[in-house]
């Protein structure tokens, strides 16, 4: 007995805790984004495996190593990775420390499987301005409210991709195009309150979506999802400085809910609505 205990004693334990992955994923009521997947690793390593959906990739931290199609490819911090729907890869820490990433699921809408093969060849991008966009994108789609904004990015974004996979046949910069911008302005007035969609009101003009977005943006200096959100604003400071509560202004100026409005409304104003509404009462 004694001895059997002195071999339980000297059994070598652990005692190190292995790091728990830190995840978050939800689907997002944007057309074409299937997941937003978020995840801080820094033991696991990603099997051989597939999706029905394009991969795109920014690490925020330390460096992922993949193999996609037998080829080995890493991913740096300041790069865009684009990996295509039913290609076997896998995944796994790059640097002792592991790797933050964040990722977006895309159907075939935005990307056809005509750039399966171009992706393959090269899915690692390094272009500053697409990753500042694909970062924008996962940051409209972290709280519910900006639909439009992240429609318009990722429609930019796709555009973007397409140009690096397909050089000549994506965006050859923005053409100007007034009664087009006027056409969704006049929409977007129309549509204060209950918004619209990207899609339709590309249908309704009717315009590409990626050339619709340039046109407003380079007739009027603004978004078009920041022109809404100004017209949004605007009526707030109205009903808010009429006495109605910030929640009551939130659901009648079509914010998502209260503290939708309160990051648009500090954004563009410099305070919360409920300092403004105080601030009127005083005068």
Do not use: C
Not at 59 to 69: E, H
Not at 72 to 87: A, F, K, R
Not at 203 to 210: E, F, N
């Amino acid at each position: 007995m004694a001895g059997r205990r002195k071999d339980q004693r000297s059994a070598p334990r652990s005692t190190q805790r292995k790091t728990q992955p830190n995840v978050s994923a939800w689907r997002p009521p944007v057309p074409g984004v299937v997941e937003v997947f978020h995840a801080h690793y820094t033991e696991y390593a990603y099997p051989m495996h597939v999706h029905d959906a394009w991969t795109l990739l920014i690490v925020d931290d330390g460096a992922v190593r993949y193999d996609l199609d037998r080829h080995e490819h890493g991913t740096p911090h300041d790069t865009v990775s684009l990996l295509p729907p039913h290609v076997p890869h896998n995944g796994s820490p790059a640097t002792p420390d592991g790797f933050r990433k964040r990722v977006l699921y895309l159907d075939a809408s935005r990307l056809g499987d005509e750039l399966i093969g171009p992706a393959v060849d090269a899915p690692d991008l390094r272009d500053p301005v697409l990753r500042r966009r694909v970062g924008q994108l996962h940051a409209a789609l972290a709280l519910p409210g900006d639909e439009l904004e992240a429609e318009s990015r990722l429609t930019l974004i796709g555009d973007r991709l397409r140009a690096h996979l397909r050089p000549g046949t994506g965006a050859s910069g923005a053409r100007r195009d007034p009664v087009l911008a006027r056409r969704l302005r006049e929409l977007l007035d129309e549509r204060i309150v209950p918004g619209i969609g990207l899609d339709e009101a590309a249908a309704l003009v009717p315009a590409h979506p990626a050339h619709l977005v340039r046109a407003f943006s380079g007739a009027y200096g603004i978004a078009p999802h920041q022109y809404l959100m100004s017209r949004r604003v605007d009526r707030a400071r109205r009903l808010l400085l009429a006495g109605d509560s910030p929640a009551e202004v939130a659901g009648a100026t079509g914010f998502y809910d209260q503290a939708h409005l309160t990051r648009h409304f500090k954004r563009l104003v410099g305070v919360t609505p409920g300092r403004y509404r105080a601030s009127g009462a005083r005068t």
